[in-house]
């Protein structure tokens, strides 16, 4: 039977914990609040806060109250400003780390650099960082988008989304700086990736090394899961599941070591669940 081992960083980051704790005083205070967006992307931490009287909102137009909450993501200026334009205020839960990427591409921005976020464009963390850009720049998760510029930026800053793999963004930089280092170009690079996702990935490939199965818990449409997956897929066998439902027994025959490890939005709650009925199936 396969010994079960959690991996050494696992439960909330401190930018979901903190959006969560100020969601809970928020509702606490006000008996229900409305988010623009989902606050973290993790559909069983939604539901307990929809429990409590947290209400997604799909859209500004949508807000019915009169404050919102935009979520650890944050969001572009443009998007406060249409809030505020209605009467209604922000309140924001933008972690300090994706902050800093904002602010990051604010000023570079404004010294007359074009930005390049390495990341997936379609993220509100990234359309939110495009838009402290205040539209100078782009974002990929390779160098094509770049060599297709029809005329190269003489100045160009380069940040990442803050979940992606440090190794990456240095190979994606690399090649940015082939394309784009031509006489009298500068190029910036600012490495804002948080400390807490080089952390989790960091422990999850250690566990991953010595397993057979890995098993990685979080939301389907969480970035930072779905890159821990991705990870501990190229080293041995591994599942993303959102819960200890999915488990299928017939994992576990023939292995020695099951690793768990967990998105940085997802509940030690959920990860202790998982826990539990890897132990019950190993017996
Ligand atoms: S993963 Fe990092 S950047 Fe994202 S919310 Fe958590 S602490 Fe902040």
Known sequence: MPRIERAARTGFC???RRAINQLEKLTAARGGVET???VVHNRQVLQRL????VKVVGDVS???GDCVVTSSHGVAPEVEEAIRARGIAVISTTCPFVRRAQVAARRLA???FFVIVYGDARHPEVTGILGWAQGQGLATLDAKPVAALPRLPR?????SQTTQVPGHFVAFAKEVIDIALVKDAEIRIIDTICHDIRGRQAAALELAHRADLMLVVGGRSSANTKVLARLCADVTETHHIETAAEIKPAWLKGKTLVGVTAGASTDERTVDEVMRRLEELAG
């Open 36 to 38: 623009l967006g989902a």
């Open 50 to 53: 929809a429990d409590t009287g």
């Open 62 to 64: 949508d807000i019915r």
């Open 155 to 159: 100045r160009i800053g380069i940040l």
């Open 14 to 16: 401190f930018g979901v």
């Open 110 to 112: 404004e010294s007359g």
